[in-house]
Structures are given as C-alpha cells and as structure tokens.
C-alpha cells in the first residue's frame, strides 16, 4: 500500500501528491520526488513502474522479493536492495528478516518495504527537517535510508552481546551442557541471519564511496562513507561474536568430555570396590570340606575385617587419585 507520495524543490516540501501526477512533477528539472510503499501489489509495481519508467528486471527483482543485499545500477538509475533485521520472539530465529528495495534516480526515489513492521516516517521528517541536506536531492535521502536501515543493526548486535555474556556466566555451571549448545546454536543461527544481511551491503556500499560512484549519487560520497564504517564496525563485531560463540561451543563441548571422564572414573572406582568385595566373598563361599577357614571361630570374622580392609583401602586411594 501507499504510505507516502510527496514532491520536493530545493530541499523544501511542495505538497503531497497523487500517483498520477508522479511522472509530470519528475519532468521538472527542479523537483524531485519521494515514494515509499509497503507490501506493495504487482499492480501497484506496475504502476510506479510507468510513472518512473523503472527498469522492468529491477522492477521483477521487488516483486519476488528475498533478494540478497545489493546495489545494481541501472542506466542513470540505481536499484538498491536492504534486509532489515528486527527483533521478532515468534519467530525462530528470534528475528524477522525484512526487505526494502530502492529504486533512486536523478530526480525520483522509491522505496518498497516488505516484511516489516518499522517504517520510515523518522527517516522522512529527519530529512524534511534538514532542508539544506535535503537539497542533495535523491542520493541524500538514499543514504538517509541506508543509515536508517544500518543504525537499526546495533541494537540487535547489543542483544547478541549481552545473551552470549548470559551463556558464558552459565556454561560452567554442572548439568547446564545441553541447554548451553542449544542457546549457543540459537545464538548462531540469529548471528548468521545478522550477517546474511550486513556482508552483501557492506561490499555494495563501498561502491557508493569511492573510486567511480554512480552519477546519482555524486557529491554525497562523505555521507556513504559514514555509512560503510558504521557496516564496518557491524560485520566485526558479528565475527568477534562468531568467534566467540564457536569457542564457547568447543568449551562447552570439552566440558561435557571431561564430566563424562568424571563420571566414568566414578563409576570404574566402585567397580574396583565391588570388584574385590565380589571375589573376596567368592572364595570363602565355595565351601570346599577341606578350606582351613571353615572350622575356625574366628573366620566370619575375619573374612569380613578383610573384605572392609580392602576395600576401604581402594577408597581411600581413588579419593587420593581423585577419581572419588
């Protein structure tokens, strides 16, 4: 559905505008203007696509959706592609990965979000407040985007940090080891959602920024600048978390070794026990006519002080070991 359709002049709001009228406000050299759509309909596509004159594979790209993040250019035209990654407890993942599409021209930009519940009102406002940045035209509101989209990344990296402490603080707690590898994997699989969508971008982004940028975006490299070093400091710490939780998981894997070891060693003590206790009272039970212990008085005894000597000795010495 249409959220927004509004046409700008020198970084100042003329009016908001019907869809019809898109194509005669982009033919004025001195206007641009500013679409954003949600969930949009293959006939609504169709629709911005004859009033912009979209290119039709970019245009197919929106409507299929689950594309990976990335910047096509197109002509004079670019195409960008954004996931944006929101906290989602009914989900799996724990995270709903959404899309924006973004279709910039010279004088046009159009923005298609789907899967998401977070708009782009903020986004909008921030740059009707700033008129002397919105005069930048299409490539200042592309990077407000793209820094909006970039800025909501933190937020969940924080999260990221602060289970993963969460974990460390349990894992060497006994009897934890499996809870611990399932919210480790859980862990992974929500970091691996993050970088699907922060590696594409941060590889996409740099072409805003330096060497030949694309004609719609000149004059505005500083801002995409920022924009690369923030996806910088993202994608490093998705790998410092990465790392961390593939050492916790080996961790928590040798912990689970070592109990097992524990339990094994335990079990091997009073083995042992049992073990001289069983062939102890074996040979005085044969009952053979001609054993010396059987007529003597003190025999029983006797039998029993060296069954509890024995084994109280092996106690004894698995607890020295350790193995007790």
């Known amino acids: 559905m249409l959220i927004n359709c509004a046409a700008y002049r020198e970084g100042a709001k003329l009016a908001d505008i019907p869809v019809e009228d898109i194509s005669e406000y982009i033919a004025r050299p001195d206007c641009f203007v500013w679409v954003a759509l949600q969930d949009a309909t293959p006939a609504e596509l169709e629709t911005m696509r004859e009033e912009f004159g979209l290119h039709e594979l970019a245009v197919e790209d929106a409507r299929h ?8 250019e197109y002509g004079d035209s670019l195409f960008v ?48 407040r700033e008129p002397h940045l ?10 407000a985007l793209m820094d909006a989209v970039v800025d909501r990344y933190f937020p969940i990296i924080d999260a990221l940090d602060e289970d993963l402490e969460r974990i460390e603080d349990d894992i060497f707690s006994k009897g934890n080891a499996r809870s611990n590898i399932e919210r480790l994997y859980h862990l992974k699989r929500r970091v691996t959602v993050l970088r699907h969508a922060v590696a594409p971008l941060l590889e996409a982004t740099s072409r805003l920024q330096g060497g030949r940028v694309p004609a719609v975006v000149v004059g505005t490299q500083e801002y995409f600048r920022d924009v690369v070093d923030h996806l910088a400091r993202v994608n490093a710490s998705i ?20 109990e097992e070891n524990d339990v094994t060693k335990r079990l091997a003590a009073w ?40 084994c109280a000795t092996l106690y004894w010495r698995f607890r020295r070991a350790r193995w007790l």
């Not at 959706?65 to 096509?72: F, I, T």
């Open 65 to 72: 959706g689950h594309q990976r993040p990335k910047v096509e």
């Open 81 to 128: 592609v954004m996931h944006l990654v929101e906290p989602a407890p009914d989900q799996p993942d724990g995270l709903n990965p959404g899309e924006v599409a973004v279709f910039v021209g010279h004088n046009y930009v159009l923005s298609v979000r789907n899967r998401s519940k977070l708009g782009f009102l903020g986004v909008r406002q921030r740059a009707e």
């Open 134 to 143: 919105l005069r930048h035209g299409a490539g200042f509101v592309l990077y």
């Open 239 to 258: 790998d410092s978390i990465r790392d961390t939780v593939a050492t916790a998981i080996q961790v928590n894997l040798s912990l689970t070794t070592i």
């Open 271 to 310: 083995a042992a026990i049992f073990g001289v206790w069983t062939a102890l009272a074996g040979i005085w039970g044969m009952n053979f006519e001609h054993m010396p212990e059987l007529t003597w008085r003190y025999g029983y005894a006797a039998a029993l002080g060296s069954i509890g000597l024995a």
